[in-house]
């Protein structure tokens, strides 16, 4: 079983034994809240680390544009047009600040593109199931991206600067959206009854999906303890999933709506609502690639990449002209 295999994230000051003097070192300047900079010495699990987690998240922002650039040409107004096409473009930008903040560390954007597209990298499993109705827009925004928020505020501290600074723009913008997706569902729960059941209906398919974007339960997540001893991570996959639920059940209550769990309940004695069981096998199946939609987000974000061959030659051949240019 996957949680015998994993360290249990547990918390706590780091121990310094078996590091290297520079290890300790760096150990320090992490413990005294001091960022690290590309040209700073890392130790070099820090720098795969942080590879492999800005580039995950820079593929999520560029295949998360897909489900909903899917209802652009379908959105039921020109506001909400524009808004979605704001939204969408966004998410490219996002993309782009992330992959810049990956270079920093000495990757090339080509080998984290080339892992996307031969499905070697991960990107988040919540952009593998489809967009069905309009509803879906609205639920993208309220839940997925208040999910995002949720999990990307602690990230503006991270330990590397590039990241953290990156991330500080994405918030603001992501703030936008998810409000903009709560009003979608705010206009649908006061419409008519068939409206309101659409709304029903996406959250009914977001709901669960939304609480896997956390990543796996602490006891199965491997990299946490390590990522909070570094302070990429400030809080574990299940304080962040808890403080989502908290936010989000009032505001479905507001809404009206019924969230698809019997056995959500509110503690009093924590003061927290407390879910029924995730199942977690639908999401280790999703991230394996076999979720609703991973062939078709895959094949699309390659497409892309070979239809846009042309764009890269020419600015290619534009660059160098300048340059001979310039030498000239
Ligand atoms: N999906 O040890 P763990 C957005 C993987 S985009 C897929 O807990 P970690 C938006 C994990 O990578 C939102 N894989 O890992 C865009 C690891 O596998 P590997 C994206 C997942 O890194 C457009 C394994 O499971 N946000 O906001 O400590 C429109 C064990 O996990 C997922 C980010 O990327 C998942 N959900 O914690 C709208 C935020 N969860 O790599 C919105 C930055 C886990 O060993 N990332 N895995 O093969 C993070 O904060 C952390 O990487 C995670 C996971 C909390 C996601």
Redesign the pocket.
Known sequence: MYSQL?DTGAKGKPSREGMSPEEAAFQDRIDQDITVEPRDWMPEQYRK?LI???S??AH??I???LP?GNWISRAPSLRRKLILLA?VQD?AG?GLYLYSAAETLGVDRQELLDALHSGKA??????NYPTLTWADIGA?GWL??G???M??IP?CRCSYGPYARAMVRICKE?SF?QRQGYEIMLELCRGTEEQKRMAQDALNRWWWPSL?????PDG?????QQ?MAWKI?RHT?DE?RQRFIDQTVPQAHYLGLTLPDPELRYDEESGHWQIGEIDWSE?WR??QGDGPCNRERLGARVRAYEEGAWVREAARVHAEKQAARRAA
């Open positions: 994993v680390t492999r987690q800005i995950q998240h999520s922002e295949v998360g544009m909903e939204k998410e996002h991960k990107y988040s499993s919540i952009f993208i997925v991206d999910a995002a928020i999990n990307q990230l992501e959206h896997m974007m956390f990543g796996p199965e997540s491997v990299h946490t990522s991570k996959n962040l999401f999703v991230i």
